[in-house]
C-alpha cells in the first residue's frame, strides 16, 4: 500500500456549522444547543477567524459549500452573505459552485427565502422530517405538516435554484399510512432532491434513552425496512433516482441530475475542510472533528487556539475501508481498479472473501472494474460495510 495520501482527484468542499436552534429536538445527536442566542455573535466572530486562518492542509480549491447544523436558516441574510464571502476570501471558489443550506420550515417565508438566494445560497435544504403533527409533536419540531409544506412552496416561488427535503423513517408515532402520505403530498411540490433516513437508535439522544426505558416504542426492523422499499419504488416511480442508499435526486431529460455534489465528496473519497462547533473535516489523508462545547470553542478561537479535539492520521488500511464502504453507498458502487490505484492495492484479490461471500448471500454484484451492492444489498448495507471493516488486506 502507498505511504502517504493519495492526491485528490477532484476540488474539495467547504461544511460550516450552525449549530444555534430554537429548541432540540429528541432524535439530534449533532452539536447542537438551544436557548443560546446571546453567543451567536461571538460564535460568528470565532467561526470567521477559524475560516480564516486555520486548517492550512484544506484544499484550496473548492466547488461546494454546505452550512449545515444545527439551524443555518437562523442566521440573516448579511451573515450568511459575510460567511459566504470568507470562504471566497479564503479559498478559490470555483465558477458554479454549489451553496447549501440547511433550514427549518417555520424559519422560512418568501421573503426569508429571498433573502437566503440574495446571499449566494443556490440550493435549500428543508428538514421536513414527517408531515404527520403526531409524529412531529412527539419528537420536538417547531412546525407543523402545513408549514413544512408551505415552506417547499415558498422556496419553489423564490426561485432560489435547487429545493431539498429531508425525512425521516421510523420516528415515534408514525404509522405506514402517515408515512405514504407524507411522500405523496410532498412528491406533488416537484423538490429536486429528498435525503430519506432511517431512525437510528443506537445514538445517545433523548429519544434513545426513552425507548431504552420503554417509555416510547422501539420501530421493527421490519417496518423500517418496508418503509424503506416503499420510498425507493414510490420516488423511483415519479421520476427521482435513488444515487446513494439514502438520497434521490430528481431527473429532468436533458439536464443533470440534482445530486447533492457536496455530499459526494464524502462518498467519493475527496477532501473537505470543515468550521464551526463539532465541525469534521478531511483533507491529506486525515480527519478531524471540533470540540463540542460551545463555550470552549470560542474560548479557543478568541485565544488563537485551535479547536480540533479528534485527529486520526494517516492510516492507509483505514482509509481504504472508509473509501470503500463509503463509495458502496453509491448506487454506481465502486471502481476497483481506480481506487485500488489510488492506495497501492489490488482491490479484487485482496478483499475477494468479502466480495465472493456478498455475491453468495446476493448482496452485491462485480462486473469488470465496478463491484457494486444490488438492491438487496443496500438495504443490508451494515452487513457488507462490517466485513470491509477491520478486514485486513492479503499479503
Not at 459552485?97 to 433550514?103: K, N, Q, W
Not at 490505484?341 to 453468495?360: F, M, P
Amino acid at each position: 500500500m502507498i505511504a502517504r495520501p493519495p492526491e485528490p482527484e477532484g476540488p474539495g468542499g467547504v461544511y460550516i456549522h450552525i449549530p444555534f436552534c430554537s429548541r432540540r429536538c429528541t432524535y439530534c445527536d449533532f452539536a447542537t444547543v438551544a436557548g443560546r442566542d446571546d453567543a451567536m455573535e461571538p460564535y460568528l466572530a470565532a467561526l470567521h477567524r477559524e475560516i480564516a486562518e486555520l486548517q492550512h492542509g484544506a484544499p484550496q480549491v473548492i466547488d461546494t459549500i454546505f452550512f449545515g447544523g444545527g439551524t443555518p436558516s437562523r442566521l440573516t441574510g448579511s451573515q450568511i452573505y459575510d460567511l459566504v464571502q470568507a470562504v471566497r476570501n479564503r479559498f478559490d471558489v470555483l465558477p458554479g459552485a454549489e451553496i447549501t443550506l440547511e433550514s427549518n420550515p417555520e424559519d422560512l417565508s418568501a421573503e426569508a427565502v429571498a433573502r437566503i438566494r440574495d446571499a449566494g445560497v443556490g440550493r435549500l435544504t428543508i428538514g421536513v422530517q414527517s408531515l404527520d403533527p403526531k409524529v412531529l409533536r412527539e419528537v420536538g419540531r417547531g412546525h407543523d405538516g402545513d408549514r413544512a409544506l408551505k415552506a417547499v412552496e415558498d422556496a419553489r416561488a423564490a426561485n432560489i435554484g435547487q429545493v431539498a427535503v429531508d425525512l425521516i423513517a421510523g420516528l415515534p408515532g408514525e404509522d405506514p399510512g402517515g408515512w405514504t402520505a407524507t411522500l405523496r403530498r410532498l412528491a406533488v411540490l416537484r423538490p429536486d432532491h429528498f435525503s430519506v433516513y432511517l431512525l437510528e437508535t443506537d445514538k445517545d439522544t433523548p429519544l434513545t434513552r426513552a425507548m431504552q426505558a420503554g417509555r416510547t416504542a422501539r420501530p421493527e426492523d421490519d417496518d423500517l425496512a418496508d418503509a424503506w422499499e416503499e420510498t425507493t419504488d414510490y420516488l423511483e416511480s415519479v421520476g427521482y433516482r435513488q444515487y446513494e442508499i439514502s438520497n434521490f435526486a430528481r431527473t429532468v431529460p436533458g439536464e443533470r441530475d440534482r445530486v447533492s455534489r457536496h455530499n459526494l465528496k464524502y462518498w467519493q473519497d475527496l477532501p473537505y475542510a470543515g468550521f464551526g462547533l463539532g465541525a469534521h473535516a478531511y483533507h491529506q489523508g486525515e480527519r478531524r472533528g471540533n470540540r463540542r462545547d460551545l463555550d470552549g470553542y470560542i474560548s479557543d478561537l478568541a485565544a488563537g487556539r485551535d479547536p480540533v479535539a479528534e485527529l486520526d492520521r494517516w492510516d492507509p488500511v483505514r482509509r481504504l475501508e472508509e473509501t470503500l464502504f463509503m463509495g458502496l453507498r453509491l448506487r454506481e458502487g465502486v471502481d476497483a481498479t481506480r481506487i485500488g490505484a489510488r492506495y497501492g492495492l489490488d482491490l479484487q484479490e485482496s478483499y475477494r472473501t468479502v466480495w465472493e461471500n456478498a455475491e453468495q448471500q446476493g448482496l452485491l454484484v462485480r462486473s469488470g472494474d465496478r463491484i457494486r451492492l444490488t438492491r438487496t444489498g443496500r438495504l443490508q448495507s451494515n452487513a457488507v460495510f462490517g466485513a470491509l471493516l477491520g478486514h485486513l488486506p492479503l499479503e
